[in-house]
T-cell receptor, first 114, second 109 residues
Framework: DTAVSQTPKYLVTQMGNDKSIKCEQN?????MYWYKQDSKKFLKIMFS???????INETVPNRFSPKSPDKAHLNLHINSLELGDSAVYFC?????????????FGSGTRLTVV | GENVEQHPSTLSVQEGDSAVIKCTYS??????FPWYKQELGKRPQLIIDIRSNVGEKKDQRIAVTLNKTAKHFSLHITETQPEDSAVYFCAKAGNMLTFGGGTRLMVKP
């Protein structure tokens, strides 16, 4: 059983389209995250949810909207995709806010905007 | 600030040599410092972590040291092997994990 699963693994789409990435964890964790990894490999936090509530919203364009229907799921919807959105997006989860236990990452979604 | 500085950005060693990666941070409230290994095309995976009540932790060929006064921590890999080749990230915990910029380690056979 995959602990943190993301779909799709690859996503190629045109500028201006709207797309969603889904994430599910079966670890019983109560906090989930979205990270963006750019071409230089920097891992940057985008959002964090604790028990379905948004607790971190870094400087991310409002074209990005996370949704957490329950604590095991955290989805990411992106409107009006731009070339600069091309990156690998990682979902992760942890007990609490990750200040004592590490994160478990999903396998990533490689988004390519053309 | 919340930044974590990581050095070097690339590191090339001969198989069997040791590798050392260093990180510094500015937020003195951090108490948890994990290290992640990311192989090409894969997810980052936790390899070792250290908490502020200890100064050093070892797990086989990997060790981490932490100096809270100086606000730096390091990853040491001994007897490197080709399968150690990957990107390594240090991180510090606050209300989330903040990652260093990564070190690409290449171990030449």
């Amino acid at each position: 059983d995959t602990a943190v699963s993301q779909t799709p693994k690859y996503l190629v789409t045109q500028m201006g389209n709207d797309k969603s990435i889904k994430c599910e964890q079966n670890l019983g964790h109560d906090t989930m995250y979205w990270y963006k990894q750019d071409s230089k490999k920097f891992l940057k936090i985008m959002f964090s949810y604790n028990n379905k509530e948004l607790i971190i919203n870094e400087t991310v364009p409002n074209r990005f909207s996370p949704k957490s229907p329950d604590k095991a799921h955290l989805n990411l919807h992106i409107n009006s995709l731009e070339l600069g959105d091309s990156a690998v997006y990682f979902c992760a989860s942890s007990h609490g806010t990750g200040d004592y236990y590490g994160y478990t990452f999903g396998s990533g979604t490689r988004l390519t905007v053309v | 600030g919340e930044n974590v500085e990581q050095h070097p950005s690339t590191l090339s060693v001969q198989e069997g040599d040791s590798a050392v990666i260093k990180c510094t941070y500015s937020d003195s409230a951090s108490n948890y410092f994990p290290w992640y290994k990311q192989e090409l095309g894969k997810r980052p995976q936790l390899i070792i972590d250290i908490r502020s009540n200890v100064g050093e932790k070892k797990d086989q060929r990997i060790a981490v040291t932490l100096n809270k006064t100086a606000k730096h921590f390091s990853l040491h890999i001994t007897e490197t092997q080709p399968e150690d080749s990957a990107v390594y990230f240090c991180a510090k915990a606050g209300n989330m994990l903040t990652f260093g910029g990564g070190t690409r380690l290449m171990v030449k056979p």
